[in-house]
Structures are given as structure tokens and as C-alpha cells.
């Protein structure tokens, strides 16, 4: 991957055909997870633009629902925004959680739309710029979830991965750790 580049409005980058395979799958892991492999119900552009059945929807859900999920990628994905307020949680989860993961949705869908458009690579993917902001959602998605995997919570953690040998496993997602946060850093440097 090059980085990051502006010209005439346009952001863009080429990719190799595996990198736009990797990162589209990538991607489409973080939907599976995400939407709880429902993506359609997730959508926020497939949801009712009425407030009104928004608001009635989520008043029918369980008063406990949605509960905080057992994989830590996703608690790191949603934190819990009152920890020491197991009902407060549980309002904000209901009332906002669905429009949360819905957004996740239709960001990712905007970055396999424009990696689709590359044609496995043999074009240069081009982002709007009105796009940039999916894209580095998606991207902070991405990586939260491989750091979360490989147990990246500081700095320092970071840094003992780095230095990891080649033949242990973990040294391969954290290249693609390192390789997402190349991608985000050059995004935002190109706007």
C-alpha cells in the first residue's frame, strides 16, 4: 500500500490485490460481528427514517436488553458508558446500541463499495472525501478489533508485540495492526 494521496478532490491510494482481499475481509468480519451476522438488520439507511416507530421500537425491546456482550471486542467496540450504574448502562445500550451498530453497518458497507471498485486491485481505490469519515471509522473498527485480539491496551503492549519473532503467530496480525494504522494516518494526512 502507498499512502494516502490528494489530487483534484479525490483521496487515493493503490493497493495490491491481496491488501484489497485482506482488508475486505477485514471488513466483513467487523459486519459479521457487528451485526450478529444480520447485517440487513443492522442497517441504518435500511431502518425507518420515522422517529416516531424508532421510539417505539425501542421501548418494546427488553428493559435489560441488550446485554453486554461476553467477546471483548465488541465491549471494546460498545463500551459500557455507566459502569457503576447497571441500569443506566442498560437504558443507553437499548436507546442507542441498535443505531450504534447500524452506523458500524453503513460505514463498512461504504469501504467494500469503494475496495469493489478497484477490481481486486488493477485500479487505484479512490475515496470521496464526504467518505473519509466511513473510512476511518471502518479502519478504527478494524484495528480495535486486532488489537483487542492480540491484547494491545497500551503503548507498551504495542510495543512488546512488535519485537515478537516472525515465526510466533502473532507477529503476522500485528503487521496488519501496524498496516491499518498506516492506512489511517495517511487518510488523514491526505485531507
Known amino acids: 500500500m502507498k499512502k494516502f494521496s490528494r489530487r483534484r478532490g479525490v483521496v487515493s491510494t493503490s493497493l495490491s490485490s491481496y491488501e484489497v482481499e485482506l ?3 477485514l471488513v466483513n468480519q467487523l ?19 420515522d422517529p416516531f416507530e424508532r421510539l417505539v421500537r425501542d421501548l418494546q ?6 446485554e453486554v456482550s461476553d467477546d471483548p471486542v465488541l465491549r471494546r467496540l460498545f463500551p459500557n ?6 441500569s443506566a448502562s442498560s437504558d443507553f445500550r437499548r436507546f442507542t446500541e441498535r443505531d450504534l451498530r447500524g452506523k458500524k453497518v453503513d460505514d463498512a458497507r461504504v469501504v467494500l463499495r469503494d475496495l469493489e471498485q478497484t477490481a481486486g486491485g488493477s485500479r487505484d481505490l479512490r475515496v470521496d472525501p464526504a467518505d473519509a469519515g466511513a473510512w476511518l471509522r471502518t479502519l478504527t473498527g478494524v484495528r480495535l478489533a486486532v488489537a ?6 497500551d503503548a507498551e503492549s504495542a510495543e512488546e508485540l512488535a519485537e515478537l519473532p516472525d515465526e510466533d503467530p502473532r507477529s503476522y496480525m500485528m503487521s496488519v495492526y501496524d498496516w491499518l494504522g498506516f492506512a ?4 488523514i494526512a491526505s485531507l
Open 23 to 25: 482488508l475486505t475481509s
Open 31 to 49: 459486519v459479521e460481528l457487528v451485526s450478529d451476522g444480520e447485517p440487513e438488520h443492522f442497517s441504518a439507511t435500511g431502518a425507518s427514517s
Open 184 to 187: 489511517q494516518e495517511t487518510l
Open 61 to 66: 425491546a427488553e428493559p435489560d436488553a441488550p
Open 148 to 153: 483487542t485480539r492480540l491484547g494491545i491496551t
Open 81 to 86: 458508558a455507566y459502569p457503576h450504574d447497571a
